[in-house]
């Protein structure tokens, strides 16, 4: 581009960086000494930065040494539940559940899941992801928070059948409420939390409104091996085979973690009618040692997303979506016996182009290109660490380090530069949450949201399930 005198200021030029393409293929590359133009929140122009040496810009982003990438996309997490990290360590899964999460989470208030997704956001800006699926409670406070950091997300409120029908009235108001909200940057989800909880009968009517409303289901099913197991010793079914009886396989859906895939779930996931799309969230189901990992080469074989995640940070400890892309790269490669699967490339497909399609935003983000979003990145490749670069796509996924995110860019505006928080105050949320924190904590009162055992895993419909308190109103 030839930029002409009388041409209006860009909004935002990053120049002399190395950004992160995609062919017509989606195949990845990168264009050296290159510089983004951004208009109205969208990439106007990549090209080269000789030739947007005069343009003149709002802003201008110096960017030597670092390399432009799509914004990342945290495909599934409990961002408020940055308040629990490290309250449940070194426990199997039912225990975490049953003897410290869920008591714990009875006594959240409205207030403690606002705080919550204000750290979070800091701890995510800072990683760069400028997306994120969240399925939790309260959830207009977490919208309030977007709508206040800048960033982008896609929002579900979580029901369990044990609500009554509230749940997923509830669930269904939050998401056409919500839609399109904080200028676009909001799209929202029904949010059944799992098959295990939620009976046939609501995930029904789930599937019944998505198709209604035009809207989407985030959903955790078989998320590991013994649920999947247990569901059809029991049942005869598979928790996959669960979402295609009730129609959620006819929505677009996507299914958080998905290690109890069998082999028997993969034609059904390849015929559903809607879009399907799976978050792997790999750095929990080492904590609990699960034995299985989510399949992605088979996943990735049907043409099925698989994007990456962190799950919430009380079981994570960690909402870093850097790590989760080395983490897949690093498991598929032990799993399947293969060290050329995945390769540095394409585990950058998985976080970029991948992650922005699992939540349904694959026409509009997961790109550096004209007419994308530009929600954008700069990673500082100049530490020790991340030289001599033999091979830019593996010092990115095996060298390089969230802390190496420099500046934070969505929808054309700049939320971190050079390190610094432009939009959030993190102290101030700490003291806050400090504060909250005995109460929050207390387990004294003997009470939990539900129960996680053997007993509930694929429970058939009609069945008795268990109490749900309703603290979430506070």
Same mark, same amino acid.
């Given at each position: ?21 995609? !062919?017509? #293929? ?28 005069? /343009? ?63 750290l979070a956001c800091a701890e995510m800006i800072r990683g760069g992801v400028t997306c994120f699926a969240d399925h939790y409670f309260s959830m207009d406070a977490v919208a309030a928070v977007v709508t206040e950091?800048?960033?982008? +997300? ?8 044990? #609500? ?17 909200? @904080? ?72 299914? @958080? ?16 009618? *809607? ?31 698989? *994007? ?29 016996? !293969?060290p050329r699967w995945l390769t540095s490339r394409q585990a950058l497909h998985h976080a970029t182009l991948q992650s922005a399609r699992a939540v349904g935003l694959g026409d509009t983000l997961g790109r550096i ?8 990145? /700069? ?57 909250? /924190? ?7 009162? *003997? ?6 055992? +053997? ?14 308190? !309703?603290?979430?109103? !506070?």
């Amino acid at each position: 581009m030839t930029p002409s005198p009388a041409e209006a200021p860009a909004d935002l030029v990053i120049t002399g960086c190395t950004v992160l393409v995609h !062919d017509d #293929q989606e195949r990845t590359g990168f264009e050296e000494n290159a510089a983004i133009v951004v208009r109205g929140g969208v990439v106007d122009a990549v090209t080269t930065a000789a030739a947007v040496r005069d /343009l003149p810009a709002v802003e201008r982003l110096e960017a030597p040494g670092q390399v432009a990438l799509p914004g990342l996309v945290n495909c599934h997490t409990h961002a408020p539940m940055v308040a629990l990290r490290g309250v449940a360590e070194d426990l199997p899964t039912e225990e975490w559940f049953n003897d410290v999460v869920w008591p714990v989470e009875s006594n959240l208030t409205e207030r403690d899941v606002a705080l919550g997704a204000r750290l979070a956001c800091a701890e995510m800006i800072r990683g760069g992801v400028t997306c994120f699926a969240d399925h939790y409670f309260s959830m207009d406070a977490v919208a309030a928070v977007v709508t206040e950091c800048g960033m982008r +997300a896609h929002l579900g409120e979580a029901y369990f059948s044990s #609500q009554g029908p509230q749940g997923r009235e509830r669930s269904l108001e939050f998401a056409l409420r919500h839609r399109g909200g @904080a200028d676009g940057r909001i799209t929202t989800a029904l949010a059944p939390h799992a098959p295990y909880t939620v009976d046939d009968a609501d995930l029904a009517a789930t599937a019944e409104l998505a198709r209604d409303h035009g809207l989407p289901v985030h959903i955790h099913a078989s998320e590991n091996r013994d649920q999947a197991e247990t569901s059809l010793a029991r049942h005869g079914v598979t928790p996959i085979e669960v979402l295609k009886r009730t129609g959620i396989l006819d929505t677009d859906v996507l299914i @958080a973690h998905g290690t109890g895939i069998l082999d028997g779930d993969l034609p059904l996931l390849a015929a559903a009618d *809607g879009r399907t799309a799976v978050a792997t969230a790999p750095r929990g189901y080492l904590k609990f040692a699960w034995p299985t990992t989510t399949p992605v080469r088979a996943l990735r074989d049907l043409g099925i997303p698989v *994007g990456l995640a962190t799950d919430g940070a009380a079981s994570n400890n960690s909402l870093d979506v850097w790590e989760s892309m080395a983490l897949t790269a690093l498991i598929q490669k032990s799993t399947t016996g !293969d060290p050329r699967w995945l390769t540095s490339r394409q585990a950058l497909h998985h976080a970029t182009l991948q992650s922005a399609r699992a939540v349904g935003l694959g026409d509009t983000l997961g790109r550096i290109a004209p007419g994308r979003r530009a929600d954008i990145i /700069l990673v500082d490749l100049t530490g020790p660490h991340t030289q001599p670069v033999h091979d830019l796509a593996a010092t990115l996924v095996h060298s390089a380090r969230s802390s190496d995110v420099r500046t934070t860019v969505v929808d054309g505006r700049i939320l971190m530069r050079d390190r610094e928080l432009l939009t959030l105050d993190v102290p101030a949320v700490v003291r806050e949450l400090r504060e909250r /924190l005995p109460a929050l904590l207390d387990r004294s009162h *003997g009470r939990r949201i539900q129960d996680y055992t +053997a007993s509930t895993l694929g429970t058939p419909p009609g069945s008795e399930r268990v109490h749900y308190h !309703d603290e979430y109103e !506070d």
